[in-house]
């Protein structure tokens, strides 16, 4: 659904490969500064700063993420993550190996608005769009799409890692269980304005979802 196209120069795009060495380093620095190195990129994508400051709702052009990859945003100064997921990736969400290692497959917890409440937490299985802070201490986890038996953590299925203190989300931002975090990476309010083309920070029609609700940040 979404054409590829050059990301212009003011947008994160985490490629669908391993490790990526300097968002490792943005994590380790907590959220205020990773928020921090993220601002000019932001600055320059949306209309302008007061905008920004005043918490209002930030577009994303879809055609910057390529499947299996991801790009990562601004919004109400968190990093927000936009993961388009393959189908490897949806069949990895919804299989029983992965499941049974989750804290809350379900998402019984307020971590997403009603319309996120599904098994892919979002509008649509392909687009993920979460807040990319850890719900244990506030790190920004690294964006870790590929399976692997031993990195970053034995049998990885494909996800989030959180190198502070090891909490481990799949490609929903569903929390594992026996982890430091005890909840979901929250989903922010978000609508399609068109076919490869998102805003965060705005609920789709007939929706009022209030964001100030969620349970943990
Ligand atoms: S802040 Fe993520 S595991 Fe501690």
């Not at 964006?143 to 990195?151: C, E, K, M, Q, V």
């Not at 009022?208 to 349970?215: A, G, P, Q």
Request: aromatic content about 8%; hydrophobic content about 35%.
């Amino acid at each position: 659904m979404v054409n590829a196209s050059p990301p212009p120069s003011n947008v994160r795009v985490d490629k669908p490969t391993r490790r990526d060495l300097l968002y490792i380093a943005t994590a380790v620095t907590g959220v205020a500064g990773a928020a921090a190195s993220l601002v000019p990129l932001v600055d320059q994508m949306n209309p302008d700063a007061s905008t920004l400051a005043a918490g209002g709702p930030v577009d994303i052009d879809l055609g910057q993420v390529e499947p299996g990859g991801q790009i990562v945003i601004l919004w109400r100064k968190k990093p927000i993550f936009v993961v388009f997921r393959t189908q490897e990736n949806l069949q990895v969400l919804q299989s029983r190996q992965l499941l049974i290692e989750l804290a809350d497959p379900d998402s019984k917890y307020l971590q997403q608005p009603p319309y996120a409440k599904n098994w892919h937490r979002s509008l649509t299985p392909e687009i993920g769009v979460f807040v990319g802070i850890c719900t244990h201490l506030g790190c920004i986890p690294q964006f870790d799409p590929l399976p692997s038996a031993s990195d970053p953590a034995p049998n990885w299925l494909g996800g989030y890692f959180c190198a502070c203190h090891g909490s481990k989300y799949d490609l929903a931002g569903r929390v594992f269980r026996d982890v430091p975090a005890p909840y979901n990476l929250p989903v922010p309010p978000y609508r399609f304005t068109g076919d490869t083309t998102i805003r965060v920070g705005e609920n789709p029609p007939n929706e009022d979802f209030d964001f100030s609700t969620i349970r943990q940040m």
